[in-house]
């Protein structure tokens, strides 16, 4: 799963060249909620009630929504490495919507991993390019990835209820649908403008994989691990996708990692191992309906 979801924001980075940010959200989750229904119909649906649907909608438009349209538009515009780093803070975010909204308790330790975390945020926002305008463009695109995390985790702590009512597959079937819903006019929008024949067969592959690899494949992988890991020990994993999005992003778009992003990234790595490692931690679980 790590591999996958890692390689997840260099995919995206290569089809964003030749493919613009809403027909790609569009045709990555157009293909995975047909593979998802067809999963969904087979193993035994479960309707959703009436007033669960709008409930779901509206967080919908959180995550996969905002967030994908944060993380999609904020690879467009920094780099892979970068924006895998900040998105990897989303239980950093979800441990403080939930102290918010729910009175959960923060811990002194995860209150100190929250803390290292927002000390490697800083690092790595701030982390730019040469010239005044890429630094510009690269700041917007870190503080959209930033933007990202913190939609996913307002969204763990809104939707808290629903998971506790529904499978995994239930909610990213019905996820996956609303986007595509959501996103069908957006990218009605862009093709005044886009030429298609500038989409080379390898882009195509990336879409495939997005969809297919990272939004089903990666989702049951995850799933499985988590049905015979501890959270702590899941939440290890989940560290490794930056990690693998640094390789990816190095060896097949030629990134140049700059050493911001190598403090920033062992800071925030660290903060979300120590806040997720706290006893009674279950917010890792609660990730698997939206984070591939």
Same mark, same amino acid.
């Given at each position: 799963?790590?591999?996958?979801?890692?390689?997840?924001?260099?995919?995206?980075?290569?089809?964003?060249?030749?493919?613009?940010?809403?027909?790609?959200?569009?045709?990555?989750?157009?293909?995975?909620?047909?593979?998802?229904?067809?999963?969904?119909?087979?193993?035994?649906?479960?309707?959703?009630?009436?007033?669960?649907?709008? !409930?779901?909608?509206?967080?919908?438009?959180?995550?996969?929504?905002?967030?994908?349209?944060?993380?999609?538009?904020?690879?467009?515009?920094?780099?892979?490495?970068?924006?895998?780093?900040?998105?990897?803070?989303?239980?950093?975010?979800?441990?403080?919507?939930?102290?918010?909204?729910?009175?959960?308790?923060?811990?002194?330790?995860?209150?100190?991993?929250?803390?290292?975390?927002?000390?490697?945020?800083?690092?790595?926002?701030?982390?730019? +390019?040469? +010239?005044?305008?890429?630094?510009?463009?690269?700041?917007?695109?870190?503080?959209?990835?930033?933007?990202?995390?913190?939609?996913?985790?307002?969204?763990?702590?809104?939707?808290?209820?629903?998971?506790? !009512?529904?499978?995994?597959?239930?909610?990213?079937?019905?996820?996956?649908?609303?986007?595509?819903?959501?996103?069908?006019?957006?990218? +009605?929008?862009?093709?005044?403008?886009?030429?298609?024949?500038?989409? !080379?067969?390898?882009?195509?592959?990336?879409?495939?994989?997005?969809?297919?690899?990272?939004?089903?494949?990666?989702?049951?992988?995850?799933?499985?691990?988590?049905?015979?890991?501890?959270?702590?020990?899941?939440?290890?994993?989940?560290?490794?996708?930056?990690?693998?999005?640094?390789?990816?992003?190095?060896?097949?778009?030629?990134?140049?990692?700059?050493?911001?992003?190598?403090?920033?990234?062992?800071?925030?790595?660290?903060?979300?191992?120590?806040?997720?490692?706290?006893? +009674?931690?279950?917010?890792?679980?609660?990730?698997?309906?939206?984070?591939?």
């Amino acid at each position: 799963m790590s591999l996958l979801f890692g390689l997840s924001f260099v995919a995206t980075k290569f089809a964003l060249k030749s493919i613009p940010p809403f027909t790609l959200i569009f045709l990555r989750f157009s293909l995975a909620s047909l593979f998802l229904g067809v999963i969904y119909f087979r193993k035994g649906r479960t309707p959703l009630l009436p007033g669960d649907r709008w !409930r779901l909608f509206l967080v919908s438009l959180i995550v996969p929504g905002l967030y994908f349209l944060a993380e999609t538009y904020g690879l467009k515009l920094s780099s892979a490495t970068s924006v895998s780093l900040l998105i990897s803070t989303i239980p950093i975010f979800a441990a403080i919507f939930a102290f918010f909204l729910l009175g959960e308790k923060v811990g002194i330790w995860r209150a100190a991993g929250i803390f290292l975390s927002i000390g490697g945020v800083g690092i790595i926002v701030a982390a730019g +390019g040469e +010239g005044v305008e890429m630094q510009r463009m690269i700041h917007a695109g870190n503080l959209l990835g930033l933007g990202a995390a913190l939609c996913a985790g307002l969204y763990m702590a809104m939707a808290r209820n629903l998971m506790a !009512r529904y499978s995994p597959l239930t909610i990213t079937t019905f996820q996956a649908l609303f986007t595509v819903a959501l996103f069908l006019p957006l990218a +009605g929008w862009e093709q005044g403008s886009h030429r298609w024949e500038q989409v !080379r067969p390898l882009t195509l592959l990336a879409v495939l994989y997005l969809a297919l690899f990272c939004s089903v494949l990666a989702f049951f992988l995850w799933n499985y691990g988590i049905s015979r890991l501890e959270a702590s020990k899941a939440a290890v994993f989940t560290n490794l996708v930056p990690v693998f999005t640094v390789a990816g992003a190095y060896g097949f778009l030629g990134e140049r990692i700059q050493l911001g992003q190598i403090i920033g990234g062992a800071l925030v790595i660290a903060g979300v191992s120590l806040a997720s490692a706290t006893r +009674g931690n279950n917010l890792v679980k609660k990730m698997a309906s939206f984070a591939v």
